[in-house]
């Protein structure tokens, strides 16, 4: 049996996901848990679970760009070159791959994230995980059209 055609994605604009992705940012800010943070935080692509094409890219960055005056993020260039490294020894990246990919880049905290569907429009959930511990300490999501 043939798969499923991938549903189109909810009808957004560009400034309707960088509203989710400030909004976010701000919930990460006003928390208590940024204050536990004493280091590099590795920042992965916000991962598209929507099931059709979606630019999240931008919204990494522009997650990055909110959160810079509060917290400080591993070098790029130097994630991506190990990043790569990564895909090549393993063939994917998974949640154990990403903890290494930090460790390797001298980061001490991940940050990631997700885009997914809610209703007519978007979820966009984030959390900061410390990796020496794995303890996740701060976790949250946001919707919106």
């Not at 549903?7 to 604009?13: C, D, F, G, R, Y």
């Not at 760009?65 to 090549?88: E, I, W």
């Not at 001298?106 to 569907?117: D, E, I, K, Q, T």
């Amino acid at each position: 049996m043939p798969d499923a055609p991938a549903m189109p994605a909810p009808p957004t604009s560009s400034q309707a996901l960088a509203r989710l992705a400030d909004n976010l940012a701000n919930r990460l800010k006003s928390s208590q848990e940024i204050n536990e943070v004493q280091g590099a935080v590795l920042l992965d692509d916000i991962r598209n679970q929507v099931g059709s094409p979606m630019d999240t890219r931008a919204l990494t960055q522009r997650l990055q760009a909110n959160l810079s005056s509060r917290l400080t993020f591993v070098d790029g260039d130097k994630v991506s070159n190990l990043r790569q490294q990564l895909a090549y020894q393993s063939g994917r990246a998974d949640m154990a791959a990403l903890v290494s990919l930090g460790k390797q880049s001298g980061a001490g905290y991940l940050l990631s994230g997700s885009l997914n569907r809610a209703g007519a429009g978007f979820s966009l959930s984030g959390q900061l995980m410390d990796l020496r511990s794995g303890e996740v300490l701060w976790s949250d999501k946001v919707s919106g059209q």
